[in-house]
């Protein structure tokens, strides 16, 4: 069956830069988009990142654009996502997704999500 598994979350000031890793068993990333999205304390799960699978392109929420980067390793199965320039504001849970092929900012077309890491931003 499809896991994911997210880790590198983590507690850091502002400015600062934290790599969240999702590592994936029972798919295969070149025909699985994997998304990042976060859930901070009585907000709705918001789209942060994708990557597609074949093409590796990728797409970004506006409020992350120009600081956050996702890539994959396609052998390792594993995709990353590169923050900087962190800001309280981007204190969430973080959340790995995947679906077949295409990403969308949508989580309700995600069947497989992983657990979850904590990342929080003190000003």
């Known amino acids: 069956q499809v896991q994911l598994v997210e880790s590198g979350g983590g507690s850091v000031q502002a400015k600062g830069s934290l790599r969240l890793s999702c590592a994936a068993s029972?798919?295969?990333?070149?025909?699985?988009?994997i998304s990042w999205f976060r859930q901070a304390p009585g907000k709705e799960r918001e789209f942060v990142a994708g990557?597609?699978?074949?093409?590796?392109?990728?797409y970004y929420a506006d409020s992350v654009k120009g600081r956050f980067a996702i890539s994959k390793h396609n052998v390792k199965n594993t995709v990353y996502l590169q923050m900087a320039d962190l800001k309280p504001e981007d204190t969430a849970v973080y959340y790995c997704?995947?679906?077949?092929?295409?990403?969308?900012?949508?989580?309700?077309?995600?069947?497989?999500w992983g657990q979850g890491t904590q990342v929080t931003v003190s000003s």
């Open positions: 997704a995947a679906r077949p092929w295409l990403v969308s900012t949508s989580r309700r077309e995600y069947p497989y």
């Open positions: 029972g798919l295969t990333l070149s025909s699985s988009a």
């Open positions: 990557i597609y699978g074949d093409s590796g392109s990728t």
